[in-house]
């Protein structure tokens, strides 16, 4: 049996009678990372607020490598070893970075604490070992005041690691960060991971995509559904609460439609206009009538913003006739203007993961081409 961290029944709390939570349940294994995603107002931050004792259940108990946390205070949850990040840095800017952790570490550790209890996780936990893992050893002797946004989020991180929490709580890390600084604060928490169970709260769909193992959909205070990232962006009660709206394809056209749309981002650069193009011939395969089509071509501007590689998408078609279609809708879409290097490219990435006999290739390639030509 593996060890349960965190195993939450039947949580409920209500603000003046509205249910911020609702009867949720959910569990999470020691070790594990964990992203919980949901749109504004799931109750996602009402959840990390229950666990670290900053708000009481109306219902339902939390409990925390099997103790029960109803009832205690924050300081006491935070003794037992849940530690919190929040979205805004709380650093000492005037302290180096050095100092800060220097600050934290000894908070915590009394020097016989560490004499006598010496863990695997030791040398993590040194300032020496810390500034190396949050990366900012070039900057370790700089005010805090002189780092990037992005480099106070991880000197936070630090400071939250140096307290040795089994528990790591991190709403919403990458708010605000440039592309790099958030693919590194990915590399971080990952790290991290290794010695930590780790819950992320997150908005951001391509940095999720980058960490999560395991993720979990809050929806009007309550599990949506959990799975990987895959199950979970294709899972059409997903795209429903995202987007607010049913959307009118299941999901095995929704990752045609990605798939196609991966294709038609393939050079990063299109221009609304051409955009425009795509979107109609994507909403025009899947709906007939035109006001169909028009909330179809809405729903998949927001969806389909993010490019996915192409290798986690089309490993998930089922059939041969699914793989096909996939190879003609990415071949129309890169037709429709003169092919570019980055698309040849992707297309030929494409072409290697569909794996569809030689001969069927060029038959489809044909007929689309016939199918646009007859268009004109
Ligand atoms: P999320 O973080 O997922 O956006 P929240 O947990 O902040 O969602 O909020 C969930 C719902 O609970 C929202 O509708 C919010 O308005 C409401 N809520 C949160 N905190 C309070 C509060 N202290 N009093 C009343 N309503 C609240
Ligand atoms: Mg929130």
Same mark, same amino acid.
């Given at each position: 049996m593996s060890n349960k961290i965190l195993e939450i029944d039947n949580l409920t709390v209500s603000f003046d009678g509205f249910k911020a939570l609702n009867n949720l349940t959910f569990s999470m294994n020691e070790g594990e990372l964990r992203v919980i995603i949901g749109p504004n107002g799931a109750g996602k931050t009402t959840f990390l607020d229950v666990i670290t004792g900053k708000v009481q259940p109306t219902q339902g108990k939390v409990r925390f490598k099997g103790k029960k /946390?109803?009832?205690?205070a924050e300081h006491n949850i935070a003794k037992l070893g849940i530690g919190r990040k929040f979205q805004t840095p709380r650093i000492y800017l005037n302290l180096t970075t050095r100092e800060n952790l220097e600050l934290c570490c000894n908070q915590t550790k009394s020097v016989l604490a560490t004499l006598l209890k010496p863990t695997p996780q030791a040398e993590l936990r040194t300032v020496g070992g810390l500034i190396e893992t949050i990366g900012l050893e070039h900057k370790a002797d700089k005010p805090a005041a002189l780092l990037s946004h992005g480099e106070k989020q991880w000197l936070e991180i630090g400071m939250l690691v140096a307290q040795s929490p089994d528990l790591l709580l991190v709403d919403e890390p990458v708010a605000g960060l440039t592309d790099e600084e958030t693919e590194r604060t990915g590399e971080l928490l990952i790290a991290l991971a290794e010695s930590h169970s780790v819950i992320v709260i997150e908005h951001d769909m391509e940095f999720v995509r980058q960490i999560a193992r395991q993720v979990t959909v809050l929806h009007e205070g309550s599990v949506l559904c959990e799975g990987t990232m895959d199950e979970v962006q294709n899972d059409p009660r997903v795209i429903e609460v995202y987007l607010g709206t049913e959307t009118s394809i299941t999901s095995d056209q929704m990752l045609l439609l990605r798939i196609a749309a991966t294709m038609a981002w393939a050079d990063g650069n299109f221009e609304p206009a051409e955009q425009e193009i795509i979107l109609d011939r994507l909403s025009r395969q899947f709906a007939q009538e035109s006001a169909e089509q028009a909330v179809l071509k809405t729903e998949l501007k927001d969806l389909l913003a993010k490019r996915i590689p192409l290798e986690e998408l089309v490993?998930? /078609?089922?059939t041969p006739n699914q793989r096909e279609q996939a190879l003609m809708l990415s071949y129309e879409i890169i037709s429709v203007n003169q092919i570019n290097q980055r698309e040849a490219l992707t297309y030929q990435t494409l072409l290697k993961l569909l794996d569809l006999p030689a001969d069927t290739v060029s038959r489809l390639e044909n007929a689309t081409l016939e199918q646009l030509s007859n268009a004109h």
């Amino acid at each position: 049996m593996s060890n349960k961290i965190l195993e939450i029944d039947n949580l409920t709390v209500s603000f003046d009678g509205f249910k911020a939570l609702n009867n949720l349940t959910f569990s999470m294994n020691e070790g594990e990372l964990r992203v919980i995603i949901g749109p504004n107002g799931a109750g996602k931050t009402t959840f990390l607020d229950v666990i670290t004792g900053k708000v009481q259940p109306t219902q339902g108990k939390v409990r925390f490598k099997g103790k029960k /946390l109803s009832g205690r205070a924050e300081h006491n949850i935070a003794k037992l070893g849940i530690g919190r990040k929040f979205q805004t840095p709380r650093i000492y800017l005037n302290l180096t970075t050095r100092e800060n952790l220097e600050l934290c570490c000894n908070q915590t550790k009394s020097v016989l604490a560490t004499l006598l209890k010496p863990t695997p996780q030791a040398e993590l936990r040194t300032v020496g070992g810390l500034i190396e893992t949050i990366g900012l050893e070039h900057k370790a002797d700089k005010p805090a005041a002189l780092l990037s946004h992005g480099e106070k989020q991880w000197l936070e991180i630090g400071m939250l690691v140096a307290q040795s929490p089994d528990l790591l709580l991190v709403d919403e890390p990458v708010a605000g960060l440039t592309d790099e600084e958030t693919e590194r604060t990915g590399e971080l928490l990952i790290a991290l991971a290794e010695s930590h169970s780790v819950i992320v709260i997150e908005h951001d769909m391509e940095f999720v995509r980058q960490i999560a193992r395991q993720v979990t959909v809050l929806h009007e205070g309550s599990v949506l559904c959990e799975g990987t990232m895959d199950e979970v962006q294709n899972d059409p009660r997903v795209i429903e609460v995202y987007l607010g709206t049913e959307t009118s394809i299941t999901s095995d056209q929704m990752l045609l439609l990605r798939i196609a749309a991966t294709m038609a981002w393939a050079d990063g650069n299109f221009e609304p206009a051409e955009q425009e193009i795509i979107l109609d011939r994507l909403s025009r395969q899947f709906a007939q009538e035109s006001a169909e089509q028009a909330v179809l071509k809405t729903e998949l501007k927001d969806l389909l913003a993010k490019r996915i590689p192409l290798e986690e998408l089309v490993p998930q /078609l089922k059939t041969p006739n699914q793989r096909e279609q996939a190879l003609m809708l990415s071949y129309e879409i890169i037709s429709v203007n003169q092919i570019n290097q980055r698309e040849a490219l992707t297309y030929q990435t494409l072409l290697k993961l569909l794996d569809l006999p030689a001969d069927t290739v060029s038959r489809l390639e044909n007929a689309t081409l016939e199918q646009l030509s007859n268009a004109h």
